[in-house]
């Protein structure tokens, strides 16, 4: 019996494996869109950019677009990709400065929110789309969350996977004064101070690099991961750090290859100090802080990096959506990679009940909702 039961569980690992498996990026054709970013420094310069994004099934009626986080690729859509694609139109970037998409140079500087969105409304005018709804993961959510603010006209509505909305309605917090309520915002600081060193360390070896951040809850990272303010991997030292659970081996080496293709520099675009308080001056000088449109937030219960239901009700997200859903599912900072027919079905069902109204042309206002997904 115990060798059948053995049988068995080597069979359903195999068939999780050749599921992982099915998802190849190599097959997605990207499309380039050129387009205009600015370049700060002494004096600021406008420059042509190349952004690559996939287009998936254009003649559906409504659009996701899809926006990676950190460290991360188009190619994180994996699952997503695979449950929508054949009932919605998808546009999945690379966002400026990761893999084959430009970056106009000074990161430090020139990658603000506003920059980012403004990257998004040119890739859907180059795909030719009035209007989508914004779907993000972790500095993702982030991104489509101020789109969302700064483009009604445009962005019909919002998922924010991880991280909740960040309103600039208060003062501007600086990292720094993050770190007591926050010990694993560490790293960030690390990226802050020192970008250079912190490039310098993720690109030494890529693979270790990606295999020590992309973890999940049955195969996470060290307890001191994060909380160091002066090295990101240190708390790996001494350790062999196994493949990324969620990654087929070519997806994996995929990802690799693409880190590889502008490095580490550039994405750190998220973490320096002059992005973030230009995003937030704009956003707080404009004043226009509650997002109308339907929000689906979706949180994670066990992400080693903050408790994010804790931070949007320290943030008072919520009333700054009123027509917020909000779930709640099991999983680590990558819970649409560790567990997606949950976080699909969770998408799926708000979808259905968001979209259907911009599709006729009546926007229909829902009051607040809460599930609990665990």
Request: proline share 7%; charged share 20%.
């Amino acid at each position: 019996m115990a060798l059948e039961r053995c049988l068995f569980l080597l069979a359903c690992l195999g068939t999780a494996q050749e599921a992982v498996a099915t998802f190849n990026p190599r097959q997605y054709y990207k499309n380039n869109a050129l387009c205009k970013a600015v370049r700060r420094g002494h004096v600021e310069k406008v420059v042509d950019i190349n952004l690559k994004y996939v287009d998936i099934n254009p003649n559906a009626s409504t659009t996701l677009l899809m926006v990676h986080g950190w460290p991360s690729l188009w190619s994180t859509w994996s699952y997503q990709i695979d449950a929508f694609k054949n009932d919605y139109h998808l546009v999945v970037p690379d966002l400026r400065g990761f893999g084959e998409s430009d970056h106009p140079g000074n990161p430090d500087s020139s990658g603000t929110m506003a920059d980012l969105v403004g990257d998004l409304v040119c890739l859907l005018e180059h795909a030719k789309i009035n209007s989508a709804i914004c779907m993000g993961h972790d500095w993702g959510s982030a991104v489509c969350y101020e789109a969302a603010r700064r483009r009604p006209d445009i962005f019909q509505g919002v998922v924010g996977i991880v991280v909740p909305y960040i309103p600039a309605a208060t003062h501007f917090v600086p990292i720094k004064n993050l770190i007591s309520a926050f010990p694993t915002f560490n790293y960030q600081l690390f990226f802050d101070t020192v970008p250079d060193v912190a490039a310098e360390e993720l690109g030494k070896d890529v693979e270790r690099s990606i295999r020590a951040t992309l973890r999940t809850v049955a195969s996470p990272p060290p307890h001191d991961f994060l909380k160091c303010s002066e090295s990101f991997l240190r708390a790996w030292d001494g350790i062999s750090i196994p493949p990324v659970p969620f990654f087929s081996h070519d997806e994996e080496k995929y990802f690799i290859e693409q880190y590889n293709i502008s490095g580490f520099r550039n994405t750190l675009q998220f973490y320096a100090h002059a992005n973030r308080y230009q995003t937030w001056k704009l956003a707080h000088t404009q004043g226009n802080h509650t997002i109308q449109q339907p929000v689906l937030a979706v949180y994670p219960t066990e992400d080693p990096v903050a408790d994010w239901m804790l931070a949007a009700q320290m943030l008072k997200s919520a009333h700054y959506l009123p027509d917020l859903t909000t779930s709640l599912l099991p999983g680590a900072h990558w819970v649409h990679l560790e567990h997606p027919e949950k976080l699909n079905e969770v998408v799926r069902k708000w979808l259905e009940r968001t979209a259907q109204p911009y599709r006729s042309g009546f926007v229909i206002q829902h009051p607040q909702k809460y599930s609990d997904d665990l």
